[in-house]
Every structure is written in C-alpha cells, then in structure tokens.
Nanobody
Framework: QVQLVESGGGLVQAGGSLRLSCAAS????????MGWYRQAPGKQRELVAD???????NYVDSVKGRFTISRDNAKNTEYMQMNSLKPEDTAVYYC??????????????WGQGTQVTVSS
C-alpha cells in the first residue's frame, strides 16, 4: 500500500500564489507518472498537470504559464507551484501517482484532497 499526504492548500486573493506538496510513503517500489487533479463544485474532476518519471510534463491549457509541476524522486514527493491564481482555480486539488509493483502491476493512488480557494 502507498499513502499520499497533501499539504499547502488555503485561501488566497486573486493574483496570489500557493505551493502544493504531496508526499508518498509506504511500500513503494517504483513510481511512474505523478499528477495533480482538481474538482470544483458541480464539475467533474480534471487533470491539471502531470509529470512522467522521465520528466515529461503536461498542463491543462487554463494553467499554462501560471502553474509549475515538479517532483523529487529521492523524496517520493511532487509539488505544484501555483502563481497568478484566479477565482476559477478554486477547487479541491488531489495528487495522484501511478505505482508499479515489483511484479510489474500498475495501480493509481490518490491523496485526500486539499482545498484551494481564490477570492476576487
């Protein structure tokens, strides 16, 4: 089992910044992709950004140029720096990773979610 613990959410004014962190622990063999998703009230969960083990990064168009995803493989931790926040960024943010077991099986794990609220 792998556990993910998120931190860094909160309330910020439009134009402000927040940094989210997500630390993985437990029976970790190999982590493939890591990512951040968000879910606003009444909306479906959407991928915000992800980063592969090789460092290839993908962002949803609405956050390009404002958010930066990164990972520290030695610490099994991913981060997302969020700048120039907008009210429409308000959502619960979830971290996600794809774990590969010693047998080669793949499984997704999710964090508990952290609230990000951007006031206008």
């Amino acid at each position: 089992q792998v556990q993910l613990v998120e931190s860094g959410g909160g309330l910020v004014q439009a134009g402000g910044s927040l940094r989210l962190s997500c630390a993985a622990s437990g029976s970790i063999f190999s982590i493939n992709a890591m990512g951040w998703y968000r879910q606003a009230p009444g909306k479906q969960r959407e991928l915000v950004a992800d980063i592969t083990a090789g460092g290839r990064i993908n962002y949803v168009d609405s956050v390009k140029g404002r958010f930066t995803i990164s990972r520290d493989n030695a610490k099994n931790t991913e981060y997302m720096q969020m700048n120039s926040l907008k009210p429409e960024d308000t959502a619960v943010y979830y971290c996600n990773l794809e774990h590969i077991s010693v047998r080669g099986s793949r499984r997704d794990y999710w964090g508990q979610g952290t609230q990000v609220t951007v006031s206008s």
